[in-house]
């Protein structure tokens, strides 16, 4: 079974920083796109980064400037970098990871149970 933990969420002050971290393990084959969203109290679930392997990373446009994914494929780890935090980062921020379990599968969305972050003076 592929699990997906986050950590790295926590209380900051606005304009502070985080930096979540997200660890996949189990069956696994091949890790294809991951990304991190997030979910605010009575708001869709919106995507915040993406990285697919190899490839050029893209972003929400609350997050460009301040946000910056990065993946570490022997680690099977995606981090988020947040810097210059508003209060309208607060939200639980999720892992998502696109992964082949084993050769005979094809790939699947995983998720983490979330992290939550929240901004506030």
């Known amino acids: 079974q592929v699990q997906l933990v986050e950590s790295g969420g926590g209380l900051v002050q606005p304009g502070g920083s985080l930096r979540l971290a997200c660890a996949a393990s189990g069956s696994i084959f091949t890790i294809y796109t991951m990304g991190w969203y997030r979910q605010a109290p009575g708001k869709q679930r919106e995507m915040v980064a993406t990285?697919?392997?190899?490839?050029?990373?893209n972003y929400a446009d609350s997050a460009k400037g301040r946000f910056t994914i990065s993946r570490d494929n022997a680690k099977k780890t995606v981090y988020l970098q947040m810097n210059s935090l508003k209060q309208e980062d607060t939200a639980v921020y999720y892992c998502?990871?696109?992964?082949?379990?084993?050769?005979?599968?094809?790939?699947?969305?995983?998720w983490g149970q979330g992290t939550q972050v929240t901004v506030s003076s």
């Open positions: 990285i697919p392997s190899g490839g050029r990373a």
């Open positions: 998502n990871a696109n992964i082949r379990a084993t050769v005979w599968d094809r790939g699947n969305d995983y």
